[in-house]
Nanobody
Framework: QVHVVESGGGLVQAGGSLRLSCAAS????????MGWFRQAPGKEREFVGF????????YYADSVKGRFTISRDTAKNTVYLQMNSLKPEDTAVYYC????????????????WGQGTQVTVSS
């Protein structure tokens, strides 16, 4: 059974930084991808970025490119989302998700989801 667990959310002032972590367990193949999504109140869940584990391919949404960085620790099977220069509009619940195969920008392609972690950016 696949489990995905995020951590690291919190409250930060605009311009500040936070790092989220996502640990996945139970995956039975090294050919998988981890995606980050976020959902603000009253809005749909939107794509933030993904990493395709086997080839270390990383892709970001335009809204976070240059400010957010995805990295990984292969020994810990953990993915990180480093968020810099945070803006109030980055406020959302951030979700980590996993899927077998290549990374995707569509939330519909991810089968395994974490519980989400709240990120609040004050102005």
């Amino acid at each position: 059974q696949v489990h995905v667990v995020e951590s690291g959310g919190g409250l930060v002032q605009a311009g500040g930084s936070l790092r989220l972590s996502c640990a996945a367990s139970g995956l039975t193949s090294s050919r998988y991808a981890m995606g980050w999504f976020r959902q603000a109140p009253g809005k749909e869940r939107e794509f933030v970025g993904f990493i395709t584990w086997s080839v270390n391919t990383i892709y970001y949404a335009d809204s976070v490119k240059g400010r957010f960085t995805i990295s990984r620790d292969t020994a810990k099977n953990t993915v990180y989302l480093q968020m810099n220069s945070l803006k109030p509009e980055d406020t959302a619940v951030y979700y980590c998700a996993a899927r077998y195969g290549l990374g995707s920008t569509s939330r519909l392609d991810y089968a395994y989801w974490g519980q989400g972690t709240q990120v609040t950016v004050s102005s």
